[in-house]
């Protein structure tokens, strides 16, 4: 399978616009031009475009030791995008990041840190000019991100991630009898009108064909999603929770398809934007209200 993502354009009726392949400036071998996977933006109040992702192209790389296990980990870099040349029927961009630059979050036990496990499905946030990262929901996962590390070299640079204090433990657990942990998706949306942070998180309940052995998907399915909401600043903790649901399939209204995943969250006005994936293969946007979003949130305590 090809790995990669591509950065695009869209119009507000999300027509595209232009698109471009994110490739790796300093790769250090071919595999690296697919290092982008799973990215999720965030645009920072200075206007970096920052992109956080899944590397799993490390796990084919005769890098160093230490990176061929940071597939596991969540990686961020600056995204650099430039108008690329023109296509016949749609506009291009030049999109990538730069190796050197990349930074792969790891768990820091002797400072304080701990992040035990993957780090996956991370969410940045920009509060008060420090960048933050979601990465697990609940129990309540979010720690600095600090871009700042020194670059090692050719190799992608560790920079230490955990939580620090942990928040205090809800009295009930918000999705008791789920049978899973809800884990991120995109980066959580500040709204300033309720002084929370929205997000969206998915819980998995099949396991890979690896451990079922069943031709159907080879990786987790059965996605379900729910909003929450984070308080302002840390240690985050969640405040608010929806119930679960499951974008309906294009082909088949009534069901939904086994593999889902949102990772984008756009407000315009007061509508809400949800981007998504299906089966790894294709593209979505749900608009909902706000509002709707909003009234089917409870508080937790």
């Given at each position: 399978?090809?790995?990669g ?27 690296d031009?697919?290092?982008v ?22 796990q084919?790389s ?17 995204l ?26 790891v ?14 499905n991370l969410?940045?946030?920009?509060v ?15 720690g ?12 992608i640079?560790?920079?230490c991630?955990?939580?620090?204090p ?18 991120n998706g ?15 998180g ?8 690896w451990?079922?052995?069943t ?19 840390p ?30 969250l756009?407000r ?13 293969c ?14 089917s ?5």
């Open positions: 399978a090809v790995l993502s591509y950065a695009v354009v869209l119009d507000e009726e999300f027509e595209l616009l232009a698109k471009g392949r994110i490739s790796t400036k300093n790769a250090a071998v071919l595999q031009q697919g290092m996977a799973d990215a999720r933006l965030l645009v920072t109040q200075d206007g970096t475009v920052l992109v956080a992702f899944q590397p799993y192209s490390l084919m005769p890098a160093t030791l230490p990176e061929m296990f940071w597939w596991q980990h969540q990686t961020v870099a600056e650099h995008v430039t108008p690329g040349p023109p296509t016949p029927g749609c506009g291009a961009l030049e999109a990538h990041i730069d190796r050197r630059e990349a930074r792969v979050l768990e820091c036990p002797e400072r304080g840190l701990h992040a035990p496990g993957p780090i996956k969410g940045l946030m920009e008060k000019g420090q960048l933050y990262g979601l990465d697990w929901v609940y129990p309540t996962r979010a600095p991100v600090n871009m700042d590390t020194p670059n090692t070299g050719d190799h640079t560790p920079t991630y955990g939580t620090a942990a928040p205090a433990p809800l009295a009930t657990l918000p999705w008791a009898g789920a049978g899973t942990q809800l884990h995109p980066p959580p949306l500040w709204l300033p009108e309720h002084q929370e942070y929205l997000g969206v998915h819980f998995r309940r099949g396991y890979s064909a451990v079922l052995e031709p159907r998907v080879q990786f987790g399915h059965h996605y379900t999603h729910a909003f929450f909401t984070l308080s302002e600043g240690p985050f903790r969640i405040v608010r929770v929806a119930p679960e649901f499951c974008f309906p399939s294009a082909q088949d209204p009534d069901d939904c398809e086994t593999v889902q995943f949102a990772s984008a756009v315009s006005g007061d509508q809400l934007h949800v981007g998504y994936g299906v089966m790894d294709e593209s979505y946007v749900a608009t909902v209200p706000l509002a709707q979003i909003w009234a949130l409870r508080r937790v305590e």
